[in-house]
């Protein structure tokens, strides 16, 4: 069984940081694109960055410059550095991969989420 699990979420105030992660685990053989989407209240859930394997990034622009996606592929393991916290950035952020299990069998991955509040 391969999953994703989150964590680093919470509440902070506007300005504020946090760092998110998300660890694969189970029966990997590789893992293609990482990233991170997020889902506020009555919306639809939105792409907030991705990173590949080799390290190409991409970012939605209303992140852009205060977010940071990294990851260490030694440890099938995706970051969110998120800076300059404003309270439109609260939302349920989830995890999202792109692996390949041992069994060759491709699979898209989705953690279970992670709430995020921005708010004073």
């Known amino acids: 069984q391969v999953r994703l699990v989150e964590s680093g979420g919470g509440l902070v105030q506007p300005g504020g940081s946090l760092r998110l992660s998300c660890a694969a685990s189970?029966?990997?053989?590789?893992?293609?694109?990482m990233g991170w989407y997020r889902q506020a209240p009555g919306k639809q859930r939105e792409l907030v960055a991705t990173i590949t394997s080799g390290g190409s990034t991409n970012y939605a622009d209303s992140v852009k410059g205060r977010f940071t996606i990294s990851r260490d592929n030694a440890k099938n393991t995706v970051y969110l550095q998120m800076n300059s916290l404003k309270p439109e950035d609260t939302a349920v952020y989830y995890c999202?991969?792109?692996?390949?299990?041992?069994?060759?069998?491709?699979?898209?991955?989705w953690g279970r989420g992670t709430l995020v509040t921005v708010s004073s």
């Open positions: 999202n991969a792109r692996a390949i299990t041992t069994a060759r069998v491709y699979l898209e991955l």
């Open positions: 189970g029966s990997i053989f590789s893992i293609n694109a």
